[in-house]
């Protein structure tokens, strides 16, 4: 008994010391990761704008071991109100300010904790209160070069970071000079993520001005899709190992298994977040796991919308079914008084509402079947988008106003509009939009997507408005040379109609929607269902971690989520006539987040197709700024200016507005409405990427980011699998017919 004693005693001892061995190690890794991103210890330079009155970091790398160095890398612009001077001996004291700055200067800033910067809109912050605006790149998912982060927010007060990041088009060549896919999700958020933490790390130790606590993600796009993840996934342990991997401060594995996600302060251990407090997120094309379903329901709710083949209508009829049932397996509700709707009708808004869609072929035959109380929220929100908008037209600064027979008015007679009249000549169309972007999109300066990274033209991002045709492609058309690029400018291709070539980086994000070719890589329908079945198995069975890299960009698996830190805010912003993305899924994500105590907001914006501007007196700054006195104890309450009323007309020749009134009904009070069946002619008259399923089928839109070590791109929609397995005898027939 006492050998087996002393054996039992040795075994224990031989453990405790592996487990110590361990620890120590990977003590010794979390120091060595915390000494190298540490801004002190890395070749940190900076740069003075004296026309914005800011100071930019040149691009460091924010994780230790980058896959792609020059996608893994970050770059913030502080206010220079906040810095007293350029540290250039360590000594801790200025040795060049802005007043003697003339070139690059090598060393760290000298921060002053006692300045405050007032806002365009009034907000007060400090170097430690600032908001740090994060500008989410993967613009159509794809990869993003480091660039350094532009001055845009300099006089509003805010630290802006600008970061690279792996896009779906990324590979390198290994060691045996075999080429390996490196983009695939989840690393552009990854990415993000450890961006986040080495910006916060260097605040707490004092390297750099800033909250920690006031992060506001932003993009357009994939970006905006970004943006939504990064705030919806705050901190989730499903993303650690991948953070790890590449070398992020502030998490790493303990000899146990668990996580350790502090750094050491000043001998201390604190927590550090790679999450948001809100988000701003412009044309949020996800959830992907969704969007096939939905996109499909929205344009099967139109019957005399006409698809380009018999395929296509009959896979969008299984698709919209599934998304049916997938809505009313969700068990979602909403809190009338927290939409501000009264969606059961008994004139009160203190009712929980069960979201349920109906299917009654004769109740609601003008919508091909389908209603209930999920869509009577879709409405709701269409409408009250709707409203706002002609609510708010004595912001439309410039534009040009039209009469009845076309002539314009004088400046006495647009001086002398109301309300009501401002609001019944844009229903009929009868304006054009000031040329100087103040109005008709992101302005370049207050907000918008990409407002941080400096690429955006200024102007309207909504192609020719509502009804017209929106940018196609993602945010690479905004030149108007129709060569997508990304955020930072990296070109890209893409050719249109039957002549798309799908299934690869090099081959653009989607098919055109005037395509009648269901699928240009399978010669027959079984060849099609096997490679789908294929994909959709090596995905579920998990990667180097065992997680479902679908589930991953998944934001509704997150909001709410026990082991999620759920951001105090989010607001969607889409463009009402945009093909690129389902409205049901910016909807789904507020329903998600309401339900978790977050206050989020969409906006569906009835001029703007694919990442609309900022419109109308609103901006990001002004909605941070609201939100920051929302929610910070001592902050100033901010409010929207008073618009300046238009006293003089604009100088447009022809109104160029869309005529709305086959769709909408003005009434004697300003008030517009209209039906469902009108909601969903609207949706897919604006439509411009290809017919719902379409795009999965043929690898394209933002799919290629589910792809492996080896290729680029996999199937991996389980509802569009789903609905081929299920209804072959019905479509195998059509296809490529």
């Avoid at 460091?60 to 896959?67: G, L, S």
């Avoid at 990064?230 to 953070?243: G, I, K, L, R």
């Avoid at 890209?492 to 002549?499: H, K, R, V």
């Avoid at 805010?569 to 049901?584: L, N, T």
Wanted: charged fraction near 20%; hydrophobic fraction near 35%; proline fraction near 3%.
């Amino acid at each position: 008994m006492k050998k087996v004693l002393a054996f039992l005693l040795a075994v224990c001892m031989l453990i405790i010391s592996a487990v110590s061995l361990a620890d120590e190690s990977s003590v010794s890794e979390k120091e060595a990761i915390e000494y190298a991103l540490n801004l002190q210890h890395m070749d940190q330079e900076w740069t003075y704008n004296s026309g914005s009155d800011a100071w930019t970091l040149s691009i460091v790398t924010a994780v230790t071991k980058p896959v792609i160095e020059n996608e893994e890398g970050v770059s913030v612009c502080v206010p220079g109100a906040y810095v007293t001077g350029i540290d250039t001996d360590g000594d801790g004291t200025a040795d060049v300010t802005a007043e003697s700055a003339t070139d690059a200067v090598k060393g760290s800033l000298v921060i002053d904790y006692e300045a405050t910067v007032t806002s365009t809109n009034g907000q007060v912050y400090t170097a430690a209160t600032a908001p740090v605006i994060l500008n989410t790149g993967a613009a159509g998912y794809g990869n993003s070069s480091n660039t350094t982060a532009s001055s845009t927010y300099a006089a509003e007060g805010y630290i802006n970071v600008a970061c690279g990041n792996r896009g779906k088009q990324d590979s390198y060549t290994n060691e045996t000079g075999e080429t390996v896919y490196t983009g695939d999700a989840p690393s552009c958020l990854v990415d993000q993520k450890a961006a986040a933490r080495f910006v916060k790390y260097n605040i707490l130790l004092g390297n750099l001005p800033g909250s920690v606590d006031y992060w506001v993600s932003t993009g357009g796009s994939g970006g905006g899709a970004h943006a939504a993840m990064f705030a919806a996934t705050s901190n989730h342990p499903d993303f650690y190992d991948y953070e790890i991997e590449v070398g992020a401060v502030g998490v790493y594995r303990n000899a146990d298994g668990s996580y350790c996600t502090t750094v050491t302060i000043n001998g201390e251990e604190v927590e550090l977040s790679d999450g948001a407090w809100g988000c701003v997120a412009y044309s949020a094309i996800t959830s992907l796991y969704e969007a096939d379903m939905a996109m499909a329901f929205e344009y099967s709710l139109n019957p005399d919308y006409s698809f380009n083949t018999e395929f296509q209508q009959a896979l969008a009829g299984f698709l919209s079914q599934e998304y049916m049932e997938y809505i009313n397996g969700q068990n979602l509700t909403v809190e009338e008084a927290k939409v501000g709707f009264d969606l059961d009708g008994d004139g009160a808004l203190n009712s929980t509402v069960a979201l349920i869609i109906e299917y009654d072929t004769e109740k609601y035959a003008d919508t091909n079947g389908y209603g209930g109380a999920y869509l009577d929220l879709y409405l709701a929100e269409f409408t009250e988008n709707l409203q706002w908008y002609v609510d708010n037209l004595d912001y439309a600064d410039g534009w040009t106003w039209f009469d009845a027979d076309g002539n314009a008015l004088s400046d006495e007679a647009v001086a002398a509009m109301t309300a009501q009249e401002k609001a019944a000549a844009f229903i009929e169309g009868r304006y054009a939009k000031s040329g100087s972007g103040k109005t008709g999109g992101h302005d370049g300066t207050m907000g918008g997507p990409g407002g941080g990274r400096g690429d955006f033209p200024g102007g309207d991002f909504s192609g020719e408005g509502p009804g017209g045709t929106p940018p196609d492609g993602g945010m690479g058309e905004f030149s108007g040379d129709g060569a997508p690029s990304d955020m930072t400018g990296n070109a890209g291709t893409e050719g249109t109609g039957d002549e798309m070539t799908v299934g690869t980086p090099d081959a653009g994000t989607t098919q055109a929607t005037g395509s009648t070719t269901d699928s240009g890589n399978y010669s027959s329908y079984a060849e099609m269902v096997a490679a789908y079945e294929a994909d959709i198995a090596e995905i579920e069975a998990g990667d180097a971690y065992g997680k479902n890299i679908v589930n991953l960009y998944n934001p509704l698996n997150y909001i709410g989520a026990e082991d999620t830190e759920n951001p105090t805010w989010m607001r969607i912003v889409c463009g009402a006539s945009e093909g690129d993305i389902s409205m049901m899924n910016s909807l789904n994500i507020q329903i998600r987040a309401l339900n978790a105590g977050v206050d989020a907001v969409i906006e569906w914006q009835w001029d703007g197709g694919h990442v609309p501007g900022e419109i109308l007196g609103e901006s990001l700054a002004l909605y941070v700024d609201e939100m920051y006195g929302k929610y910070v104890e001592g902050a100033v309450m901010v409010t929207k200016p008073a618009a300046e009323k238009q006293t003089a007309n604009g100088t447009g020749e022809s109104a160029s507005g869309t005529d709305l009134t086959s769709w909408v009904t003005l009434d004697e009070n300003g008030k517009v409405s209209f039906s469902l069946s009108d909601a969903a002619a609207y949706r897919t008259k604006g439509a411009s990427k290809a017919t719902p399923g379409f795009d999965v089928i043929d690898y394209g839109q933002e799919d290629y980011v589910f792809g492996d070590s080896d290729s680029n791109a996999r199937h991996w929609s389980v509802w569009v699998l789903k609905a081929l397995q299920e209804n072959a005898d019905a479509l195998e027939p059509l296809f490529n017919q």
